[in-house]
């Protein structure tokens, strides 16, 4: 869409008031911005930032959650993460203003420097998993209710919304649906429970970037504290990340044996978030995770 002068106008005088001095908007130009949101660059005359743009009635408080998430992977000072400048509204949108970061390719050296500071963000625990507020996978709400153990919070606040969203949109069937329910009856049996760890939440190979200065940054979150496994499931899903990255994490802190067997479970959650979004194309691949624990 095209950014109005009313709106520029209302932009340049909040990030005067934030930096205490005068920001004048010199251009607005598109970027790519993903399937929810559309994304901006704006030019001022202070420097670049980063806006990302959606409905607030069709996505209400995503970008507060998107801002709390940040800080909360900022506070660990493990990896950075883009400076959140300015999160609110106008009219009948929402944004968010970020840091500006001029981003690279990945070399082995700031892939495992990524490894290491995510396992690092990871040793950060909380007394439950789950978050202190919900937040959103992708386009879709995400619970965080807290739960004791990680196989209940994965149960409850992450398979059944899913699979029930996708029953009522007929893109499972019943029979899927009882595998389910067989797997959930097994679920503890396939992994050993940690204490939970700071996660990432979304961890495909898009949402992070490489400064120009070689520093990894941590995009587009859905924290939670949830088993880690989970965030390194699913940077296998997609691709995007090297053997350096995984030596780094690994070096840094070890996982348990035979994670990567495990991935193909945790990787049920966004594999249904996928079905739900774009449909049956999805479905074998949920169906083939299934098989290989019921």
Not at 252 to 274: C, G, I, K, V
Request: with cysteine; charged share 20%; net charge negative.
């Amino acid at each position: 869409m095209a950014i109005s002068r009313h709106f520029t106008t209302h932009l340049a005088e909040q990030l005067s008031a934030i930096h205490q001095r005068p920001v004048q908007l010199t251009s607005v130009s598109p970027i790519s911005g993903g399937d929810i949101n559309e994304a901006y660059c704006l030019h001022t005359n202070t420097g670049k930032y980063m806006m990302k743009l959606n409905s607030k009635q069709a996505y209400p408080g995503m970008f507060a959650c998107e801002s709390e998430g940040l800080n909360a992977i900022q506070s660990t000072q493990t990896i950075a993460v883009p400076e959140v400048v300015l999160q609110s509204d106008f009219e009948q949108d929402s944004y968010l203003i970020l840091e500006w970061i001029d981003a690279t390719h990945a070399t082995p050296a700031t892939s495992r420097k990524l490894g290491e500071q995510l396992a690092a963000m990871h040793r950060h625990t909380a007394g439950q998993f789950g978050f202190h507020q919900d937040n959103y996978m992708g386009s879709l709400p995400q619970s965080n209710r807290k739960h004791d153990t990680w196989r209940s919070f994965f149960i409850e606040e992450r398979l059944q919304p899913m699979v029930q969203r996708a029953l009522n949109k007929r893109l499972l069937q019943n029979a899927e649906a009882n595998q389910f329910e067989q797997l959930y009856l097994h679920l503890g049996d396939w992994f050993e429970e940690e204490v939970p760890a700071l996660i990432h939440g979304d961890l495909w190979g898009g949402n992070y970037l490489i400064g120009a200065d070689g520093k990894p940054y941590l995009i587009d979150p859905a924290v939670s504290y949830g088993h880690r496994e989970f965030d390194l499931a699913m940077t296998t899903l997609f691709g995007g990340y090297s053997r350096e990255f995984y030596e780094g994490y690994q070096n840094t802190f070890p996982l348990a044996q035979d994670w990567e067997q495990r991935s193909h479970l945790w990787n049920l959650y966004p594999l249904l978030l996928h079905l739900n979004l774009f449909g049956l194309g999805y479905l074998s691949r949920v169906k083939d995770c299934l098989k290989k624990y019921v």
